[in-house]
C-alpha cells in the first residue's frame, strides 16, 4: 500500500478537534456518561471483571487513537486471535453503548429545542411554527394556495431493510430507557409512580443486556410486515392526526372558507409485502397477511378508543341534552342499563357495528367484541358519520371540551387511517412484466412471441387489448410457477381492495422502467385482476401505474417516456380518471450505484425539471415519489433540506418518500420525535409547494450549464472506478462484508436481483451499507472531488462561480452538505485496515490508492468552495455525535475485520457468524444512515 500519513488517515475531526458550544453540550455528555457507567456496571456484574476491563481497555485505547497518542495497529492487536467467547460480549457492549448513545443524543435535541423556546427565539426552520410565518410574510391569495395545495399528500413510505433487525423486547426497552431519560430532563429524580430514576435505568439497561439484539434465523417477510407496523401503537396513531389537524386547523385559519386539505395532507405508506422486485418471498398469501395485518392494526386500536370512550361519556340523560341524531343513534342499542346514558349507548352501538365489521373482513378478530346484532359498517365513512353524531351533540349541548379529546383524536385517526391503515404499494421489475405479459398473449392467441415485437407494435398490441373488457385467461389457463404467482398477487390486491378500500393499494410500481411498453404491461396484469378496466369512457382504475427511473439514462428519458404514454388516449383516459393525477418515482439508490453520487444528484434533478415541465403541457397533476435511503448514499440526508432543494414546481402540493431501516426507528420510535420528523416533512412541503425556493430566477440556465458539465466529468471519474478497473468487483467484495450480508440470513430479500456477480445487478441497500460498513462511504462522494478540481482548473473565477452557487442554490449547498456528512462518518484509517481484507497486494494498492486520493481531493475541493475548514460547520448536532460517539466504533470495526478474517478462513463457529452480525447491527446503529 502507498505510504499515507496518519493525518491522512485519521478520522475527520481527530485532527482539527470539533468545535462544539462545551456549556451547550455537556448535559448530553452527562447524559452519556451516566448511561455508559450503568451500561459497564452491568457488563462487570453479568460477564465478570475479565470482560468489562476488556471493554473498558478498549473504549480507552479508541479514545487514544483519536487523540493520536496510538497507532491504530495497537488498538487492532488487541483483538487479534480473541477468543469468540470474549469477543461477543465486547461487541454486545460497544453496540448497547451506540444506542444508549442516540437514546442521550434524541434527549438533548429536545433540550435544545426547550432552551431556543424558552429564551423567545423565532422558531426554528423545519417548524411548522416557522413555516406559518413565511407564509404569512409571502401574502398568498387564498384561491392560490387552494390550487397549489388540491389533492395534498405527505406520504412516509415505510420499507424493509436488512439492518433493520432489532426485536420488539429491545425496542420497547429502548423506548422506556427515553422515557426515564426525558423525566430525569426535567430533573425528576422519581418516575410518577415513585420509583428512583436511575434504579430503573438500571432495571431496563440490564434488560437490554440480557435480551439478545439480533435473530439468529433469517429474517421471514412476515416479521419485517409485523416490524413495520410497529411505529403504529408506538407513535402513528397518535401523532399523525395530531399533525393532520394541526395543519388544517392552521391554514383555514389564514385562509378562511377555501376549505383547504378537506382530505388529510399526512397519510402513511408501506412496501412491506408488496414489494417483490427480487424478492421470491412475497407472494398472494404475504400481500393478503400484509393488507389484512394493516387493517387489523387499524381497527385493534379504534376498539382500544371506543372501549375507553365509552367509559368516558357516562354522561346520564337526567343532567344533559343531547340531539335527535345521538338519540336515535343511541336507541339502537336496547340494554335496559344503560337507559339513561344516551352517550354510552351511542358509542356501543358504534362498537357493535365496527364488531360486525372486523368479522366481516379480517381473517384474525381483535378483542374488545360486541354482538347487538347491528350491521357492519361497509366504508370507514359510515363510522366517521356515526362519530360526527357524536362530535356533533357534545358541541351543540355544551360539551365541547368533551368533544375535543378522544373523541376528536379517534375521528381524525378514522378519517386518515381507514379500514385499510396504510396504502400498501406493489412493485415488480419490468423483465418480469414483460416475461408473464407475453406468456400471457401467447396463451390467449393474441401474438405467439411478443418479445420479438418492436416497441411500436408492442404499444399498439397492449393498448388494443387494454381497451377489450375480456380477460386474456381463464381459471383453466395452463401457466408457468411465474405467471401463476404474478396474477395470483394481483389477486390478493384487488381483494385487498375490495374488502378494505380503494386506499389499501394505491400504485403498482414498474422497476426499471425503460418504455412506454413497460407500463402499458403493468396495466395488462392490473386489467387481468379486475383493477383495471379502461374500456368505456370512464375508465375503472382504483391502482395508479407508477413509472420507476433508476438508473441515469432511465432519469434523462423519463420525462419522453411519460409524455408519450400521455399521448395514448386510452392511457391518458386512465389518468384522467384517477383526477388527472400521475405519480412517477424516482430510483436514488440504483442511480447512484449507476453513476455516483453527483451524477446521480443532478440527473434527478434534470428529471425533475423535465418531468415538471411535461406535466405542464400535458395538464396533469404530478405527484413524484423519491426512493430515497437513509444514507446520503442513498438519496438520504436531512429531509427538510431535501425537499426545499428541489427544483421549482417538483413538489406541488404532494410528497411521498422511503423511509428504511434505522432510519425509521430513529426518526418514529416514539411520539415526540415521530412528531418533530412528521411535522419537517409537511412544513417543507408546504414551503417547497408556496414559495420560491430555488432562488436562482434568470442565473438558473447558467447553473444548470455547470453542473451539466461538472456531474459528466464526476460520473467519468466514478466509472473509471467502479466499472473499468480490473479487479474492482474483487476488491469491493474481499474489503467490505457484502457477501457476508447475504449469507448470514440479514433480511427476507437476497442481496442481488439476479445470481450474478455483477455491480449492476447487485441491490443498492448491500451496495451501500458493505461500503459504510467498512467506513468508506464511497457512494457518498467518489467522483465529486475530481470533477470540481478539473472543472475549476479550467478557467479564472471558475471557484468564484461555485462559491457562489453554493451560497445561493439550496440544491448546490445541499448537495455539498449531505457529501460532508458522509464523508464526516468515513474513515480512511480503518478503510485502509478493511483492505488488507484483500489478499492480492497489487489490486489492494491500485483500488484502495485511488479511493484515498479521491477522498483527500473531494474533502480539499469541499473546503475550498464552501470557505468552511470544518466540514460539519454547518451541522453542530452531527459533529457533536461525531466527537462523542465514534470512538466507540472503532472496537466494533477492528472485531468485524477479525471475524471477517476467521470466517473466510473457514472457521464456521456459530458464534464467528453471530459476531459478524452483531458487529453489522452495532455499526448500523450508531452511524444511524447506514445503508
Known sequence: MAEVSEVALAPIGSVRRTQVGREATEPMREDIRLLGAILGDTVREQNGEEVFDLVERARVESFRVRRSEIERAELSGMFDGIDIHQAIPVIRAFTHFALLANVAEDIHRER?????????????????????????????????????????????????????????????TQHRITELMRLRMHGHTKTDDGRDIERELRRHILTLWQTALI???????????????????????????????????????????????????????????????????????????????ASYTALEHYFAEITALEEE?????????????????????????????PYRRAVRVIHARLTATAAEILDVQPEHELDLGLERYLTPAELLADLDVVDRSLRANGSGVLADDRLARLREAVHVFGFHLSGLDLRQNSDVHEEVVAELLAWAGVHPDYRSLPEPERVELLVAELATRRPLIKDDAELSELARKELGIVAAAARAVEVFGPHAVPNYIISMCQSVSDMLEAGILLKEAGLLDASGPEPYAPVGIVPLFETIDDLQRGSSILEAALDLPLYRAVVDARAQSQEVMLG???????????????????????????????????????????????????????????????????????????????????????????????????????????????AAGPAYEVLDELAARAQRAYAELVHETPGFVEYFKASTPVSEIGALNIGSRPTSRKPTTSISDLRAIPWVLAW????VMLPGWYGTGTAFEAWIAEGDGRLEVLQDLYRRWPFFRTVLSNMAQVMAKSDMGLAAHYSELVEDEALRRRVFDKI?????????????ITEQDDLLADNPSLARSVFNRFPYLEPLNHLQVELLRRYRSGDDDELVQRGILLTMSGLATALRNSG
Open 112 to 172: 435544545r429545542r426547550a432552551v431556543h423556546v424558552a429564551a423567545g427565539e423565532p422558531p426554528q426552520d423545519s417548524t411548522l411554527a416557522a413555516t406559518y410565518l413565511k407564509l404569512d410574510s409571502a401574502e398568498l391569495d387564498s384561491a392560490t394556495v387552494a390550487d397549489a395545495l388540491t389533492g395534498a399528500l405527505v406520504s412516509p413510505v415505510i420499507t424493509a431493510h436488512p439492518t433493520e433487525t432489532r426485536r420488539r423486547t429491545i425496542f420497547d
Open 215 to 293: 435473530r439468529l434465523s433469517r429474517l421471514k417477510i412476515q416479521d419485517e410486515i409485523e416490524t413495520g407496523l410497529r411505529y403504529y401503537p408506538a407513535a402513528f396513531f397518535e401523532v399523525i392526526p395530531q399533525v393532520n389537524a394541526e395543519v388544517r386547523t392552521a391554514l383555514q385559519a389564514r385562509w378562511p372558507g377555501s376549505q383547504l386539505l378537506d382530505q388529510p395532507i399526512l397519510r402513511p405508506g408501506s412496501w412491506i409485502g408488496g414489494d417483490r422486485d427480487g424478492n421470491p418471498n412475497v407472494t398472494a398469501d404475504v400481500v393478503r397477511l400484509a393488507t389484512g395485518r
Open 313 to 341: 361519556l357516562s354522561m346520564s340523560a337526567r343532567l344533559v341534552t343531547v340531539s335527535d341524531e345521538l338519540a336515535a343513534l343511541a336507541d339502537k342499542c336496547l340494554e335496559p342499563a344503560r337507559a339513561d346514558e
Open 588 to 698: 436514488y439508490s440504483d442511480s447512484n450505484k449507476d453513476g455516483g453520487y453527483l451524477a446521480a444528484n443532478w440527473a434527478l434533478y434534470r428529471a425533475e425539471l423535465d418531468l415538471v415541465e411535461s406535466a405542464r403541457k400535458t395538464g396533469i397533476r404530478l405527484r413524484l415519489f423519491h426512493g430515497r435511503g437513509g444514507t446520503v448514499g442513498r438519496g438520504g440526508g436531512p429531509s427538510y433540506d431535501a425537499i426545499l432543494a428541489q427544483p421549482p414546481g417538483a413538489v406541488d402540493g404532494s410528497l411521498r418518500i422511503t423511509e428504511q431501516g434505522e432510519v425509521i426507528a430513529a426518526k418514529y420510535a416514539e411520539p415526540r420525535i415521530a412528531h418533530r420528523n412528521l411535522e419537517t416533512l409537511v412544513a417543507a412541503t408546504l414551503e417547497a409547494t408556496l414559495l420560491d425556493m430555488e432562488g436562482l430566477g434568470d
Open 772 to 775: 459504510s460498513q467498512s467506513r
Open 852 to 864: 484515498l486520493d479521491e477522498h483527500q481531493r473531494t474533502i480539499r475541493m469541499h473546503k475550498l
